[in-house]
Structures are given as C-alpha cells and as structure tokens.
C-alpha cells in the first residue's frame, strides 16, 4: 500500500457522510450507529487520505451476509482481519480510500478506543499536531511501507489511547 500524509481536508466529512448513506441503505435495522473516526475525522489533523468508518451492529455475524453488497460498493471484505469480534473492509487497492472497522454493540472497549481516541485528538490541539507531524515524517521515511509506518505510530498511539480513554470517561 502506498502511504501518503496530507494536510486536513474538510471534505473528508462530506465524502464519509456518502459513504454513510449508502452503508445505511445495505444495513438498515441492523445498523445501531456508524461514527467518522480516524484521522480524517479530527479537523486540522494531517492524515492518509483515507476515511475510517465505525459501524456499531446489533449482530456482527449477520454482517456476513451482506458481503455481496459490501462488494458491490467497491469494498474488499477481509473477515476479522486479525482482531477477534471485528469485521473489516477495505475499498481501494494500493490506494485506499475507504476502510469499515465493524464491531457488535456490546464491544464497548473497542468501540470506546476508538471514539474517544477521535475526540481525545479534536479537543488537544498540541497533541493532534505532534500526531501529524510524526505521520508526516513516517510516511516520508515509509513511502511504500504501510507495516512499518504503523510500526512508527505504535507507541505513540498506544500512549495517546490510554490518555484518551481516562480523559473521556472523566468528561462524560
């Protein structure tokens, strides 16, 4: 995969509302809700151009029968895709634009993670820009090297999580 940091486009919130819809349009009432997460989701924050979507199911196994349509809409369906619980799609090659992190309504530590690691990063405007600028210098280091930019992040986003986490159940 090639990996490409750019600056905030506030565009991307209109390409994962598009993107919602049609989700919406497949899923119906088995959808409980679908967040924006991911860097393309926190305003001024450098990111691969990639829009990250968090579908929360009553039930992550009837998301199996929807893979037809999943595909039909450009996504590779990948299964749990190493992470227990999870359902994973990917649209776009080498060039991803698209990825659906999906779990059940009861996942509540992973749904958490990753919602309070977007807010987290929307309401620290120092940590967001520390954040970009080392995904910036990664991608540049990593240009065609997507395990090890994420290898780069690791620590930092392993550290950033624990701090969000504390932080969003103290601001609730």
Known sequence: MNV???EYNPNWE???LQEEQSIKEILQDELVNSFHIGSTSVPNLKAKPIIDILLVLNDICE???YSTRFENLGYEVMGEFGMKG???FRKGGDDRTHQIHAFQYDSIQEIERHIAFRDYLRQHPEICK???ELKSKLAEKYPTDIDSYGD?????VKRIEKEALKWHWTNR
């Open 130 to 132: 520390e954040y970009g």
């Open 86 to 88: 999870r359902r994973y």
């Open 63 to 65: 998301l199996d029968a």
């Open 152 to 156: 780069g992040k690791d620590n930092f």
């Open 4 to 6: 490409t940091v750019v």
């Open 14 to 16: 209109t390409d994962y």
